[in-house]
Structure formats: C-alpha cells, structure tokens
C-alpha cells in the first residue's frame, strides 16, 4: 500500500477508535475441517485365491460405495485367522468370513452375524471329499498314507471337518497321512487334486460347484467320495465395536441388493441369490464338529 493510501485510510477513520491488535500475541490456528470421508473396509478370506476373491467381491464393494455414498475398500489376508484379527481390533467394519472362523470369533470376542449369502435358496452348504477320479478310494477310511491337501487352519470344511472323520476312526491326521500341506483357499485345493498334487482334499461344496460348471473338464479329473451333513453358510460379520448406526446402514444396503439391478449384477458374480439375516443357532452343527475334532483357536 502506497503512502498516499495509508494516509487516505487514517483519515477516513479520522474521529473513530481503532482496534488495536497485540501482533506479539501468537494463538495457534484452528485446524481446517477434515473433508475426507473415511472409508467402509471389507475384509475377505481366502475362501477363494487372492486373485479370485478379489475379482468377485468387488462388485459388492462398489455396490455400497454407489449406495451409501462413501468409499469402500477390500481388504485380504493370507489366513482366516488374519482376518479375525482384523475384526477383533475393528480395523475393518465388516468381513465375508468362514463357518469356523466365526465361531471362534464369536466364542472369543464378540464377533457378530450381520447377515448371510443366500445360494440355490439355501443358506447351509457341505463338506465335499474329493479325490482323483483314478482313485479307489470310496471313503476316508481308504485314504491311509495318502497326500492331503488343507485349505486353512481355521476351515470348517477345509480342516476341522476332514481332521473330525480321521479322529472318528481312531487316528489323527498326522499319523493317518503321509503327507499334508496348506493351500490357502478352496479353487487350489481342488486344482492340487486335479492336477496331480495331492491324492485327496476336503472341500467348500459351493466353491467345488462353482469350479465344476466354469471348467467343464474337472468332473473327469476329480470325483466326490463323500459329503458331510449341511452346516450354516460361511456369513457376513461385524466387530462387537462397530457403531450400531453403522451396522444398519451397511446390513440395510445388503439385504436390498437383490432388489436393485445394480446389486443383482453384483451377486450373480459371486453367484448369490441375496443376502438374508441369519441366526447364531445356525452354527451351531459347526461347534460340534469343532468339540469333535479338538482344534481351539
């Protein structure tokens, strides 16, 4: 500001009292108003391979995103056991977990039902025994000394159920088996039998389903010697800290996708129906088979 300004402002204020400012004064400046919107994570288990997992779930993710107007991210671990851990500390807000995973969680912490796939009209899905289909094995019972292929420490149909049936005949899997080891997910279990890797592996039976109509050459590498009773379907949880307000509103947009043509394009991907609400009383054919096979989390 010139000299001339400077003289033409005081005398404009000339007769009325000036503010004074102390400039010595120094307050701290309010912080700005965060505008970022924090995002609904989702986390996942290897119910299916990474890779898989991913491609199919994220059509639910950017469904809520659409629909609750805030962003979504997914979350993977390795191990069902990493998600749970996830769950328990609230670092995600809902999960897509296994049977057992559930349980224990539920058992532990607190985790919480939210609500539960809905597939073929049916919210129960099975054990599926698979072998080689060279194989003469008609039982477990036949597969002494074979190589057998684990999904996950913590899955009901992948571990807990096989290691229950090997327990029943008087053995345990370390002593029944030659050989053992972790796949990680269901697709790569059933690939190591097909494949050669493994003589025989236990199975999600939706997941088996699933890979049998978009290969229509497995059923002739691979075929089913026995399938366990129905137990509730793998659900959709919550951490017992996640805001009541918060769980609706993602329970609320899940239970309608089967309404909107956006949501039904979602589910079809991972070949749901919808979403129903489920029951804790549901699992509880899973805890037994847990008491039963003596794996603790």
Not at 134 to 151: E, M, N, P, Y
Not at 231 to 248: D, M, Y
Request: contains cysteine; charged residues 20%; hydrophobic residues 45%.
């Amino acid at each position: 500001m010139s000299l001339l300004m400077v003289a033409i402002a005081l005398t404009a204020c000339a007769g009325q009292a000036l503010p004074v400012v102390d400039i010595g004064a120094r307050l701290p400046v309010p912080a700005a108003a965060s505008t970022e919107v924090a995002p609904i994570r989702i986390a996942v288990a290897a119910i299916l391979s990474p890779e898989s997992s991913f491609d199919a779930y994220q059509g639910i993710a950017d469904y809520l995103q659409e629909t609750i107007g805030r962003p979504v991210e997914l979350v993977q671990r390795r191990t069902y056991r990493e998600v749970n851990d996830l769950v328990a500390t609230g670092e995600v807000d809902i999960a897509f977990v296994c049977t057992a995973a559930y349980v224990f969680g539920h058992d532990t912490f607190g985790m919480q039902l939210l609500v539960a796939p809905q597939i073929g009209g049916s919210t129960t899905y099975r054990s599926s025994l698979i072998v080689r289909a060279d194989s003469k094995a008609a039982s477990i019972a036949d597969l002494r000394d074979a190589v057998f292929a684990f999904t996950d420490p913590w899955s009901m149909t992948g571990h807990i159920y096989p290691v229950s049936l090997v327990e029943a005949i008087g053995s345990g899997p370390d002593d029944f088996f030659s050989m053992t080891f972790y796949t990680y997910s269901h697709d790569r279990a059933i690939a190591a039998v097909a494949d050669g890797v493994a003589d025989a592996a236990a199975v999600d039976s939706l997941v088996l389903d699933a890979e049998l109509a978009s290969d229509p050459g497995l059923g002739a590498r691979i075929r089913v010697i026995e399938d366990s009773r129905e137990f509730g379907i793998p659900p959709v949880v919550v951490s017992p800290t996640t805001p009541l307000t918060q769980r609706a509103l993602i329970s609320e947009a899940l239970l309608a996708m089967a309404d909107d043509p956006r949501g039904r394009l979602a589910l079809a991907r991972l070949g749901f129906d919808r979403f129903v609400e489920i029951d804790d009383a549901a699992y509880e054919g899973v805890r037994q088979v847990i008491s039963d096979s003596g794996i603790s989390p």
